[in-house]
């Protein structure tokens, strides 16, 4: 027997094949291959639809398209409760309703077919809502590493650009390729992996400018430049001053 409950108000307690289960407010259940279902308890103020439905009947209705991908079957049979939107509890209302409306005209010559049909609908809409779900949940997850990545990505930008001047340094460092590295951060903060780079050692270099005596060969060594002439190129494509314009400035400000 397979079983579908969708309970819209109150708790019901029940068995499923010497399982214990609590269904609340909002929530469906799909127990698959079910040999008994036992009602231990059931509040007085319960709403709720039980749809019965026997495995040759199901097997016949399926057999040319089931509509529930595998890792569906799968988690319904590990865990068969699961709570809905409102919007889902709307769509799963409307389609029980017509089942009904279509059991309930015994003179329609087309009542069988149009049963079948109607189940078809109903279980579709379940498959559909279960690989909704999982995409949101796919989504979030990759959303929230994605995040994780791009903090990564950042608080190693603060302590190791010194020696890190590349995109693939530091995407060596976070164990990804620079490409995904590059889409990640650009998603994140619109601007690239090199933008940040960029930014945070010209802001290094000036550090050392406003607040050292060193001179600019010593700070092109100590930031890991392969020599002055290096760093003085990279500082003015950044600001459109050379180091030594910049200090003269900053100082004459002073």
């Known amino acids: 027997m397979i079983i579908h409950i969708l309970v819209r108000k109150g708790e019901i307690k029940l068995n499923s094949d010497g399982k214990p289960y609590l269904l609340t407010e909002d929530c469906l ?38 509509p529930f991908p595998p890792s569906y079957v799968q988690k319904i049979k590990m ?9 889902g509890i709307k769509l799963f209302l409307q389609r029980i ?31 559909n809502e279960y690989i909704r779900q999982e995409d949101e949940s796919k989504e979030h997850t990759e959303k929230g590493r994605r995040n994780t990545l791009f903090k990564q990505f ?69 930031l890991c430049f392969p020599d002055q002439a290096t760093l003085t190129k990279f500082f003015k494509r950044q600001t459109g001053k050379t180091p030594t314009e910049y200090r003269r400035m900053f100082t004459d400000r002073e």
Request: proline content about 3%; overall charge negative; charged content about 20%.
């Open 154 to 222: 950042i608080k190693l930008l603060f302590t190791d650009v010194r020696e890190g001047h590349s995109v693939s340094w530091y995407a060596s460092k976070l164990c990804v390729t620079p490409q995904y590295l590059n889409r990640v951060v650009k998603d994140c903060s619109q601007k690239t992996a090199y933008d940040h780079i960029c930014t945070t050692l010209t802001g290094a270099i000036i550090q050392q400018l406003e607040d050292t005596d060193n001179s600019i060969s010593q700070i092109a060594d100590d």
């Open 97 to 127: 309703e017509a089942i009904l409306g279509i059991f309930a005209d015994h003179t329609h010559r087309f009542q069988a077919e149009m049963v079948k049909c109607a189940l078809w609908m109903f279980m579709m809409d379940m498959a």
């Open 79 to 87: 865990c068969p409760m699961s709570f809905q939107s409102p919007t």
């Open 29 to 66: 259940a799909n127990f698959l291959d079910s040999r008994f279902l036992d009602i231990l308890e059931i509040s007085c103020d319960a709403q709720a639809y039980m749809l019965f439905l026997k495995e040759p009947f199901m097997s016949s209705l399926l057999k040319k398209t089931p």
